[in-house]
């Protein structure tokens, strides 16, 4: 069973539960209306109340799937974030997975 493809309406979080604003360059691929995110879009966590703060998050990519020339950010595997710890991809959408 494949993981999901995320979305700019997924709700990614850091482990210290500050929510990231998602960027995607890839707006012309839609799932349910929302654009996907790619490997290398911008997430960006607001106020995280960990010292040192959270600064970004990297998300995972499926392998043979892209979008604009870059890989599908899934669900795969936790997200990673500077500077040490993992973030949480809390709400995504089901229709379209990839394995």
């Known amino acids: ?50 010292q040192p703060p959270c600064l970004a998050l990297h998300l995972a990519g499926a392998n043979r799937v892209f979008a604009s020339g870059r890989a599908l950010a899934i669900g795969v595997s936790p997200i990673q974030h500077l500077p040490t710890s993992q973030g949480l991809v809390v709400h995504t959408q089901e229709r379209v997975r990839v394995i």
């Open 1 to 50: 069973m494949g993981q999901p493809v995320l979305t700019s309406a997924a709700i990614v979080m850091c482990v210290h539960g500050a929510q990231a604003a998602v960027w995607t360059s890839a707006a012309r691929v839609r799932i349910a209306g929302s654009p996907v995110l790619c490997t290398g879009d911008a997430a960006t966590l607001g106020a995280c109340p960990a």
